[in-house]
């Protein structure tokens, strides 16, 4: 019985990932914004590890959407705690935040247009590797 609830929950935050409202989603100035001054959301970035190779926004933490189901880089951030999931166009990111859902995760957003419209708009991009550590994402959300 819960099955087929399951498969139209899923749906639904698929679908979501594209429809953008301010509850569901963040501005790509609003997230540049909070970069800017020091204090952004988690950024969670759940392409490939060659697209966030070749660029991705600064300061995200890669959790490809597959991996979302088990988030083991996100254990030293609060289930409370704001989160912006992107990816190229928005259906991973969908996939990603059903996951984080089901492991306790409350505050998630999407990146409005993902990284296509960031990419597209000539935002800034992080090629290299982003600390991960325990301290680091602590230090970088308190």
């Known amino acids: 019985m819960s099955g087929p ?3 139209a929950g899923f749906a639904a935050l698929s679908l979501g990932a594209c429809a953008a409202t301010d509850k569901t ?3 790509q100035q609003q997230l540049l914004d909070a970069i800017s001054t020091g204090h952004p959301p988690v950024l969670v970035d759940v392409r490939s590890q060659w697209e966030y190779d070749a660029g991705h926004v600064p300061g995200a933490i890669h959790v490809p959407f ?16 704001p989160l912006v999931v992107y ?6 990111a969908g996939i990603a935040k059903f ?11 999407y990146l409005q247009g993902h990284m ?3 990419k597209e708009a000539g935002l800034p991009l992080q090629t290299a590797p982003v600390d991960t550590t325990p301290t ?3 230090k970088n959300h308190d």
Do not use: D, K, M
């Open 116 to 118: 296509s419209a960031w």
């Open 136 to 138: 680091s994402i602590q």
């Open 66 to 81: 597959w991996w979302a189901f088990s988030p083991e880089q996100l254990t030293q951030v609060g289930p409370e705690e």
């Open 87 to 92: 990816c190229a166009h928005g259906p991973r």
């Open 5 to 7: 609830w399951l498969l």
């Open 25 to 27: 989603h963040i501005s």
């Open 99 to 109: 996951a984080l859902l089901l492991s306790g995760y409350e505050n998630i957003r």
